[in-house]
């Protein structure tokens, strides 16, 4: 079973600090990049050969609203039961918590995190572009991500960070 990154670029104007982020880009990446995954959080770090840049960190309680419509599903068993795209009934939420597949948003018990997501964490615009140039310079599809991340980190003001999770 592969492995898929859930990646959000996020800015925010500095002078807003405490605010929560704006998610610019959103992307499920199906074109895996392991070394990449491992840079970033230690994931499909196979032999503990590559250094990550930090430990996963958690889902950040700040994170833009796109992220978190992404990474949390509803508890609610009229609409799950309906098959709607993120909803969970109360009876498979309490089961994912109870195994520790999932666990609640930090400021809504009416939501819970994907079980499949793990490892979710995030990295400032400097941590990430590291990561890229070490270990995915050759790769187009994460040099124009990073492109993007240096533009919104060097536009005067602002400020830039990459929130990512995998699933399996």
């Known amino acids: 079973m592969g492995c898929n990154s859930h990646t959000y670029i996020e800015y925010r104007r500095k002078e807003y600090k405490g605010e929560d982020w704006i998610s610019l880009l959103h992307h499920e990446v ?3 990049h392991y070394p990449l995954y491992a840079k970033m959080a230690g994931v499909r770090n ?8 930090a430990p996963p960190r958690g889902f ?28 969970v009934s109360s009876d498979n939420a309490a089961r994912w918590i109870s195994e520790g597949i999932s666990s609640f948003c930090p400021d809504d018990v009416d939501y819970i995190s994907g079980p499949d997501w793990h490892s979710a964490s995030w990295l400032t615009s400097a941590e990430f572009a590291t990561a890229v140039r070490e270990v ?4 187009v599809y994460w040099m124009a991500v990073l492109a993007m991340v240096e533009s919104v980190a060097n536009t005067d003001g602002f400020e830039c960070r990459v929130v990512f999770w995998f699933d399996n």
């Not at 196979?46 to 840049?53: A, E, F, H, K, N």
């Not at 995915?136 to 790769?139: E, G, H, N, R």
């Open 136 to 139: 995915a310079s050759d790769d």
């Open 60 to 87: 950040p309680e700040d994170a833009g609203y796109a992220a978190k419509r992404n990474y949390y599903r509803r508890i609610d068993d009229k609409l799950a039961s309906e098959m709607e795209d993120g909803f």
């Open 30 to 32: 199906d074109e895996r």
């Open 46 to 53: 196979y032999g503990d050969q590559i250094t990550p840049i």
